[in-house]
């Protein structure tokens, strides 16, 4: 069991860059895929990057390749977006979460644990 924690968000302008956190607490963090998604307001959540347990292996959705980079760090629990080139409609709420499911889980319902979310705001 894990429980992530986001933090990282902020208000940018467009191009800039920004890297999202996030820490989960709990002993088996390496044995769980981590996902990020993202809410925009009025619209679902979606999924946005993964990575796998050990291997780094990443995925992404087709929107944010080239400029999204998912990376983890297993000795500090922790997993990291690095978002380059901001644009006004990256604005949302991002949302880490932990999948014990075949790579790559890309629905919600595939991940087991959710943080709480960090606002990030693209201004133009």
């Known amino acids: 069991q894990v429980q992530p924690v986001e933090s990282g968000g902020g208000l940018v302008q467009t191009g800039d860059s920004l890297r999202l956190s996030c820490a989960a607490s709990?002993?088996?963090?390496?044995?769980?895929?981590m996902g990020w998604f993202r809410q925009a307001p009025g619209k679902e959540r979606k999924f946005i990057a993964c990575?796998?347990?050990?291997?780094?292996?990443?995925h992404y959705e087709d929107s944010v390749k080239g400029r999204f980079t998912i990376s983890r760090d297993n000795a500090k629990n922790t997993v990291y977006l690095q978002m380059n080139s901001l644009k006004p409609e990256d604005t949302a709420r991002y949302y880490c979460?932990?999948?014990?499911?075949?790579?790559?889980?890309?629905?919600?319902?595939?991940?087991?644990?959710w943080g709480q979310g960090t606002q990030v705001t693209v201004s133009s």
């Open positions: 979460a932990a999948s014990s499911r075949y790579f790559p889980p890309r629905a919600q319902n595939d991940y087991d644990y």
């Open positions: 709990g002993r088996t963090f390496s044995t769980y895929i």
């Open positions: 990575i796998a347990r050990k291997s780094g292996m990443t």
